[in-house]
């Protein structure tokens, strides 16, 4: 059974940093790309940013671009996502979700996903 | 960047009643859609892949059609344990994989 397992979120002060955690099982993890979406309270749902199966290849949304650094270690299991210079509008729950298999490095759906971390992002 | 729509925005509707929500995307996507379901503080859940293909486990009710720009996802006989969220997602050209706004199903 896949089973994705989010931490680390909590609230900081604008301009602060937070490093989110993924902790996956149930697949071979070194196999499949990795996500983070992430959904804003009462609003919809917005992708921050993918790391492929190696780890060598990493993708931001504009949004996050400069500030968010996605990683993973395969050896662990585990995705991270740091978070620097954060503002009030990062305010979220981060979703970490694996990309289903797919052919072409960058097409792929999410078919799985944690239950989410909280970020608030607040003085 | 692909831009996704979804029409309507909510709904409301009764047990057994037959739903459609519809999804535009800016540009040809060639069937590379998601749809998701959400419900209030759970994290979103795969429906349906390629336009059309029923994830395993997901009732036979939904079902997904469409080609080139337009899609829709239909439920059937609409269910009590179905009143939620649905997003419809490319991903054709990604990054960014971009999500549709969401139509909210709600009771009549």
Not at chain 1, 42 to 65: M, P, Q
Not at chain 1, 94 to 111: D, I, L, M, N, Q
Not at chain 2, 37 to 55: D, I, N, V
Request: aromatic share 12%; hydrophobic share 30%.
């Amino acid at each position: 059974e896949v089973q994705l397992v989010e931490s680390g979120g909590g609230l900081v002060q604008p301009g602060g940093s937070l490093r989110l955690s993924c902790a996956a099982s149930g697949f071979t993890f070194s196999s499949y790309a990795m996500n983070w979406v992430r959904q804003a309270p009462g609003k919809g749902l917005e992708w921050v940013s993918a790391i492929s199966g190696s780890g060598g290849t990493t993708y931001y949304a504009d949004s996050v671009k400069g500030r968010f650094t996605i990683s993973r270690d395969n050896s662990k299991n585990t995705l991270h996502l740091q978070m620097n210079s954060l503002r009030a509008d990062d305010t979220a729950v981060y979703y970490c979700a694996k990309g289903s298999p797919s052919t072409v490095t960058t097409r792929y759906y999410f078919e799985y996903w944690g239950q989410g971390t909280l970020v608030t992002v607040s003085s | 960047d692909i831009q996704m729509t979804q029409s309507p925005s909510s709904l409301s509707a009764s047990v057994g009643d037959r739903v459609t929500i519809t999804c535009r995307a800016s540009q040809v996507i060639s069937n590379s859609l998601a749809w998701y379901q959400q419900k209030p503080g759970k994290a979103p859940k795969l429906l349906l892949y390629a336009a059309s293909r029923l994830e395993s486990g997901v009732p036979s009710r939904f079902s997904g059609s469409g080609s080139g720009t337009d899609y829709t996802l239909t439920i059937s006989s609409l269910q009590p344990e179905d009143f939620a969220t649905y997003f419809c997602q490319q991903y054709y050209s990604t990054p960014p994989f971009t999500f549709g706004p969401g139509t909210k199903v709600d009771i009549k």
